[in-house]
């Protein structure tokens, strides 16, 4: 199913299907303020399943992240951030970042693997934002990479449907996405260190 949905204004009616889809424990694809994701409800293991299978991984040494609302969703996945970590993530997010942190005993069996790490992602994307605030809580998010050998990742939409039609459930046309990934920012060491140069630039 190809969802248009209006990037700026997305319709709530709109939302609220795919809030429901997830929480059935559908998979979807959708628009961030980077390259297109495909995502699932944290709580469904068998949608987990499905995106590992789609993405072709191991989900136990995949790099899912969690797709967040806002920052509230940190004391419940994460442990006790250092205060110097958690300003600058505040003075980041919304945005085009991926950040690595140590995860918290709530975090969903199926994503604890022996790293002990989560990637936390809130995009400047209102879709992305208004899709989670409707189910309530994060969506496991990877990206849409292409199997072309020049362009790393599929920005039209509907090129993204027709490959992916009989995969997902639902696909949402946002507009264009960027070919640029978000950068990755890990906090578990001392200092932070960017893992990953992408579209966002610290401040």
Do not use: W
């Amino acid at each position: 199913m190809l969802l248009r949905i209006h990037p700026e204004n997305p319709a709530e009616r709109q939302i609220r299907t795919v809030a429901e889809c997830l929480g059935d424990g559908g998979v979807v694809i959708f628009p961030t303020d980077t390259i297109y994701a495909i995502g699932c409800d944290i709580y469904k293991p068998k949608a987990v399943d499905r995106v590992a299978q789609i993405k072709g991984v191991n989900k136990q040494k995949a790099n899912f992240s969690f797709i967040c609302y806002d920052l509230s969703h940190l004391s419940e996945f994460t442990r006790p951030l250092d205060n110097a970590v958690y300003k600058m993530m505040r003075r980041n997010l919304p945005g085009p970042f991926t950040f690595i942190l140590d995860a918290g005993g709530k975090v969903p069996k199926i994503f604890q693997s022996k790293k002990k790490t989560i990637g936390i992602r809130v995009p400047d994307n209102n879709i992305a934002r208004a899709i989670v605030a409707a189910l309530g809580n994060p969506i496991m998010s990877t990206s849409v990479h292409d199997n072309d050998e020049v362009l790393e990742y599929t920005t039209d939409p509907e090129l993204i449907h027709e490959r992916y039609a009989n995969q997902v459930d639902i696909v949402i046309a946002g507009g264009y996405g960027d070919n640029n990934p978000s950068t990755i920012v890990d906090c578990t060491g001392p200092d932070p260190l960017i893992i990953r140069e992408g579209k966002g630039m610290l401040q």
